[in-house]
């Protein structure tokens, strides 16, 4: 059962637009919400997060829109580059734990 | 600081044989813990631990074991190789509780025959 569900599996987005990756979730318990990003080869590496009391998180081009009402989470990746061609994972931590749940990945490509 | 070290990269396990996938963190960190990642599924937690000595199951903890002797190691144990078990291993660590950033090691590509 997956406890994070994340859309869509694999995006391709021109150099310069918008990226959008969003994530469902059910368990009421989720207090943490953070984003990571995976190049090729490596361990994942966190990216942004947010936590439910606020409703949007940006740092630099990347921002967390966050619906606490419809359980739901996304990401966007302004003026998307090359360089951030990756797979990206959002997740789930329960409250009072360090556990992370993962979403299925979006496999990101962006076109020069 | 090396961060999350692990070790081997790789590896080819014969059914039925058994291992240990090494994980050493340099950050004095109390928590870590050992993913599974298969494609299209994210990973999953197999087990973790909140500090030399104490361990618990995470998702998907059949056919794993683990030990945490001391703050800096948590090695995983394969006792009986299965070809399910083929994936790719990544342990992570994080502070003190609330402090959530896990720190991920570049991971183990484990594939059973």
């Known amino acids: 059962q997956q406890q994070v569900k994340q859309s869509p599996q694999s995006l391709i987005v021109q150099k310069g637009g918008i990226s959008i990756i969003n994530c469902a979730y059910e368990?009421?318990?989720?207090?943490?919400f953070p984003w990571y990003q995976q190049f090729p080869g490596k361990g994942p590496a966190l990216l942004i997060a947010?936590?439910?009391?606020?409703s949007e998180k940006k740092e630099g081009r990347f921002t967390i829109s966050f619906n606490k009402s419809a359980k739901q989470f996304s990401l966007h990746i302004m003026d998307s580059q090359p360089g951030d061609s990756a797979t990206y994972f959002c997740?789930?931590?329960?409250?009072?734990?360090?556990?992370?749940?993962f979403g299925t990945g979006t496999r990101l490509t962006v076109i020069p | 600081n090396a961060g999350v070290t692990q070790t081997p990269k790789f590896r080819i396990l014969k059914i039925g044989q058994s291992m240990t996938l090494q994980c050493t963190q340099d950050?004095?960190?109390?928590?870590m813990y050992w993913y599974r990642q298969d494609p299209g599924m994210g990973l999953k937690l197999i087990y973790y631990?909140?500090?030399?000595?104490?361990?618990d199951k995470g998702e998907v903890p059949n056919g794993y074991n683990v030990s945490r002797s001391t703050t800096e190691d948590f090695p995983l144990r394969l006792e009986l190789a299965a070809p399910s078990q083929t994936s790719v291993y990544f342990c992570?660590?994080?502070?003190?509780?609330?402090?959530?950033?896990?720190?991920f090691g570049p991971g183990t590509r484990l594939t059973v025959l």
């Open positions: 992570a660590s994080s502070g003190l509780a609330g402090v959530n950033e896990q720190f």
């Open positions: 368990n009421t318990a989720f207090d943490y």
């Open positions: 947010i936590r439910p009391d606020v």
């Open positions: 997740a789930a931590t329960p409250r009072g734990a360090n556990n992370l749940f």
């Open positions: 950050m004095n960190h109390n928590y």
């Open positions: 631990s909140v500090g030399a000595g104490i361990t």
